[in-house]
């Protein structure tokens, strides 16, 4: 079962903000692996400050590395919705990893499959796990089935 967790306000603005002005603009980065067409990767811009995070829509896991020895803890904040449906959230939550620079933690997850179904996500630093958002990355939008 997934823990849920209260987005701030203002992370929550964030997210909407650029996961509408992303699928307004069609603009999706993905990589896909040549050896397994079905794997596709959807990652943060690397060496942000506050960490940098990859969602991998072949098995519904987001890994999230800390990039920097500053005492803080890198999380991804994010939302799965359904474009289909008038971009209606289906779950949200966070991944935090809080072992410290250079180490990496994945989360995995279940998110309902579709064409239509979407992952929108942030990476934000804290001190501690309810901590403010710091340094907060651009939002990066991936499709939960692929494509």
Excluded at 15 to 40: D, E, F, R
Excluded at 80 to 86: E, I, Q
Excluded at 125 to 133: C, H, L, P, V, W
């Amino acid at each position: 079962m997934m823990s849920m967790k209260k987005i701030s306000h203002r992370t929550r603005r964030l997210l909407a903000a650029v996961g509408v002005s992303a699928i307004t603009a069609g603009t999706v980065m993905a990589t896909t692996t040549p050896a397994s067409a079905a794997v596709t990767r959807f990652c943060s811009p690397p060496f942000a400050k506050a960490g940098y995070a990859c969602f991998y829509s072949s098995d519904d896991r987001i890994e999230v590395l800390d990039n920097y020895a500053d005492g803080l803890r890198s999380v991804v904040v994010w939302y799965v919705a359904d474009n289909a449906n008038g971009n209606k959230i289906l779950d949200r939550g966070e991944c935090h990893n809080a072992k410290g620079a250079g180490k990496t933690v994945t989360c995995d997850y279940d998110f309902k499959e579709g064409r239509s179904i979407f992952i929108n996500f942030a990476v934000v630093a804290r001190n501690g796990a309810n901590g403010a958002d710091q340094d907060p990355t651009t939002a990066t939008l991936g499709y939960v089935s692929g494509r």
